[in-house]
């Protein structure tokens, strides 16, 4: 399968990662990708970049190193209403937004509970993609989940870093294949993201390729593959790029 974006990455602006924007740029264009986000934390995260960080994308470049460069968050989801840590005026400066549930940001409930703060978050216009709804410590209920991201015009996201063997986030495969068979009865399309916190974890999804080719994946329902995929849910894309204005 051809896969020419990566749109989940952190630089260590989250306060956890290790690289800059400017060499996770270039990690992205040594992998050939067509298509880079970076996506730092929310600031409820600790460590991560005050909110002031993201109202400030306009000084950066739309290409960088020769890949089409997009800038967002990765929010948290902080209750079960699915409220986030940033708010509208902030979200729309930037190109996109995932968000995600984390610990600390947010008390695990119930399945219902869990499942509806997602619910919650994909409400938020500004939201496109579902990061790592596959994490055992906050079950969520996969038909929802799908159904939901169907209706909200969502993406649901494939994590590559949850599927790594020392993830902190256990049971992820099991998790995803619960979640992708509904995705398929709903015909709700997926991204892929690496999560890379290092430069060279950019672009790396073969974890979740694996997973996906087993499950038998139909690849019209994988947005990873073309620009054109994406643009429904950005719709940026079809600019020229520039960032809007901060201050």
């Known amino acids: 399968m051809k896969d020419i974006m990566d749109l989940h990455t952190h630089t260590i602006a989250s ?5 800059t924007l400017y060499e996770m740029a270039q990690a992205a264009a040594a992998q050939k990708l067509e298509l880079f986000g970076s996506t730092e934390h929310g600031p409820r995260m600790p460590g ?7 109202i400030n994308f306009k000084v950066i470049p739309s290409e960088l190193f020769g890949v089409r460069t997009l800038m967002g968050c990765e929010l948290n989801i902080l209750d079960y209403e699915g409220h986030v840590d940033l708010l509208p005026y902030q979200l729309k400066k930037m190109d996109y937004a995932i968000a995600s549930l984390h610990l600390p940001c947010f008390t695990a409930g119930t399945v219902a509970q869990n499942t509806a703060a997602l ?5 938020n216009p500004y939201v496109k993609i579902i990061g790592h709804p596959d994490d ?14 169907k209706e909200h015009h969502v993406l649901l996201e494939v994590n590559n ?9 256990k049971g992820a495969s099991e998790n995803y294949r619960a979640l992708l068979e509904r995705c398929v009865h709903y015909q709700t399309p997926i991204v892929i993201g690496s999560d890379a916190h290092m430069a060279s974890d950019v672009g790396n999804h073969a974890a979740a390729h694996a997973l996906l080719e087993e499950a038998q994946f139909p690849e019209e329902l994988i947005v990873n593959t073309s620009v054109e995929k994406l643009i429904p849910y950005i719709p940026s894309l079809t600019g020229d790029g520039t960032h809007e204005a901060g201050f």
């Open 48 to 54: 991560a970049a005050h909110e002031m960080y993201f």
């Open 161 to 169: 870093s949850s599927l790594n063997p020392r993830s902190s986030r």
């Open 136 to 149: 055992s410590r906050f079950p969520i209920d996969p038909d929802t989940a799908a159904a939901a991201a």
């Open 119 to 123: 619910v919650g978050a994909m409400k």
């Open 15 to 19: 306060g956890h990662a290790y690289n």
